[in-house]
T-cell receptor, first 113, second 115 residues
Framework: KNQVEQSPQSLIILEGKNCTLQCNYTVSPFSNLRWYKQDTGRGPVSLTIMTFSENTKSNGRYTATLDADTKQSSLHITASQLSDSASYICVVSGRGNAGKSTFGDGTTLTVKP | GAVVSQHPSWVICKSGTSVKIECRSLDFQATTMFWYRQFPKQSLMLMATSNEGSKATYEQGVEKDKFLINHASLTLSTLTVTSAHPEDSSFYIC???????????FGQGTRLTVV
């Protein structure tokens, strides 16, 4: 069964600090891995998308890494801001017509002043 | 990125009535649209996959007669919650992609409250 596990479940950091969120998956065959940011009461917004051949991708202060061999990804947030407080969701898609997207449960990040 | 517009953002309805939620891809043609339901502090739960011009594929446990999905064009899919009950109150989100399992763009969500 395809699974996506995110850790930690929740995280509290001080404004200006860095943090790293983890995503481990068992989806196979692998197509792509996406990180989304979801503010409370809003739809998810795409941060990064990585395919098998990509091992790092940046979007401003967000940097995602992918190790397809160990099936692990991380999302690193640099110089956190109060507006980074949100839920971060890792989504992994399988290859082929039968491939589906599997969602992680998300990491809730709270940035405090 | 591409824009997906979901309407309405919130709706309150009486038990027994039906509610229609629209999902539009504004600047691209979406061959596939997805409908999700999300309970507080939980992740998105896929309800159904909608392909233009064909019947939707529902996930196990989702009642197709209760949650009617119509994907009439490459830019519009609708979800109708029929005979709504308070337990249907939830946050409903759609997403759309040009090609299956590539970048998916999400709508802003619809908060449904059934009273």
């Amino acid at each position: 069964k395809n699974q996506v596990e995110q850790s930690p479940q929740s995280l509290i950091i001080l404004e200006g600090k860095n943090c790293t969120l983890q995503c481990n998956y068992t989806v196979s065959p692998f197509s792509n891995l996406r990180w989304y940011k979801q503010d409370t009461g809003r739809g998810p917004v795409s941060l990064t998308i990585m395919t098998f051949s990509e091992n790092t991708k940046s979007n401003g202060r967000y940097t995602a890494t992918l190790d397809a061999d160990t099936k692990q990804s991380s999302l690193h947030i640099t110089a956190s801001q109060l507006s980074d407080s949100a839920s971060y969701i890792c989504v992994v898609s399988g290859r082929g017509n039968a491939g589906k997207s599997t969602f992680g449960d998300g990491t809730t990040l709270t940035v405090k002043p | 990125g591409a824009v997906v517009s979901q309407h309405p953002s919130w709706v309150i309805c009486k038990s027994g009535t039906s509610v229609k939620i629209e999902c539009r891809s504004l600047d691209f043609q979406a061959t596939t649209m997805f409908w999700y339901r999300q309970f507080p502090k939980q992740s998105l739960m896929l309800m159904a996959t909608s392909n233009e011009g064909s019947k939707a594929t529902y996930e196990q446990g989702v009642e197709k007669d209760k949650f009617l999905i119509n994907h009439a064009s490459l830019t519009l899919s609708t979800l109708t919650v029929t005979s709504a009950h308070p337990e249907d109150s939830s946050f409903y989100i759609c997403s759309a992609s040009q090609v299956l399992n590539t970048e998916a763009f999400f709508g802003q969500g619809t908060r449904l409250t059934v009273v």
